[in-house]
């Protein structure tokens, strides 16, 4: 099993930053992606940034020039800097690691953190 570890998250004012880290612990062997997923109240859960094993990053339009993902390989830890923060990214925040090969592979998640941005 993997375990997912994430924090950094809280209550900031509109125009401030967070950083977000998530540490993956336990059977880990072939990291293929870990992201940022965030589920804004009473809506869905969506896709915030991920990156993968080689360094590429994918981001969601609405956090595009905002946020930035990075990793540190050597302690199997994603982060998620997010600056110019907006009351509209008021969310729990989720970490998701996917390991395995292409046609057996796993996703885990975290519990999620709470980032609150007041207007």
């Known amino acids: 099993q993997v375990q997912l570890e994430e924090s950094g998250g809280g209550l900031v004012q509109a125009g401030g930053s967070l950083r977000l880290s998530c540490a993956a612990a336990?059977?880990?062997?072939?990291?293929?992606?870990m992201g940022w997923y965030r589920q804004p109240p009473g809506k869905q859960r969506e896709l915030v940034a991920t990156?993968?094993?080689?360094?590429?990053?994918n981001y969601a339009d609405s956090v595009k020039g905002r946020y930035t993902i990075s990793r540190d390989s050597a302690k199997n830890t994603v982060y998620l800097q997010m600056n110019s923060l907006k009351p509209e990214d008021t969310a729990v925040y989720y970490c998701?690691?996917?390991?395995?090969?292409?046609?057996?592979?796993?996703?885990?998640w975290g519990q999620g953190t709470q980032v609150t941005v007041s207007s």
């Open positions: 336990g059977s880990i062997f072939r990291i293929n992606t």
């Open positions: 998701k690691l996917n390991q395995g090969w292409l046609t057996r592979s796993a996703d885990y």
């Open positions: 990156i993968t094993s080689s360094g590429s990053t």
